[in-house]
């Protein structure tokens, strides 16, 4: 792996159902995020000044134009919805009652 991309944090799937919005500010829903992929994205290349500073915003040379038809785009959404873990509820456990003694 290129140790340019190593310092970067790795966001998990998991989840991701229910967590909203996606994205580094938050814009995007999950079908935004796949159109977005579907199409491609710009690649820019940061400044020389920029190079060096880690919150500057780098495409990673992982992502690829997807381009699927509508039912791959329907089965990727529902693939990532998949990942999330159902919610359990759980009741309290009852206290012992308190004695006098």
């Given at each position: 792996?290129?140790?340019a991309l190593s310092r970067f944090?790795?966001?998990s799937l998991r989840n991701l159902?229910?967590?909203g919005s996606c994205m580094h500010n938050g814009l995007f829903e999950l079908e935004g995020?796949?159109?977005m992929h579907s199409v491609g994205m710009p690649r820019s290349e940061p400044s020389e000044a920029q190079k060096d500073e880690l919150l500057c915003p780098r495409n990673s040379p992982?992502?690829?134009r997807l381009d699927p038809d509508a039912?791959?785009?329907d089965d990727l959404g529902a693939f990532l919805r998949a990942l999330t873990e159902h919610k359990y509820r759980i009741r309290a456990?009852?206290?012992p009652p308190?004695?006098?003694a």
């Amino acid at each position: 792996m290129d140790p340019a991309l190593s310092r970067f944090p790795r966001e998990s799937l998991r989840n991701l159902g229910r967590t909203g919005s996606c994205m580094h500010n938050g814009l995007f829903e999950l079908e935004g995020v796949i159109l977005m992929h579907s199409v491609g994205m710009p690649r820019s290349e940061p400044s020389e000044a920029q190079k060096d500073e880690l919150l500057c915003p780098r495409n990673s040379p992982f992502v690829e134009r997807l381009d699927p038809d509508a039912q791959g785009k329907d089965d990727l959404g529902a693939f990532l919805r998949a990942l999330t873990e159902h919610k359990y509820r759980i009741r309290a456990p009852v206290s012992p009652p308190i004695s006098d003694a």
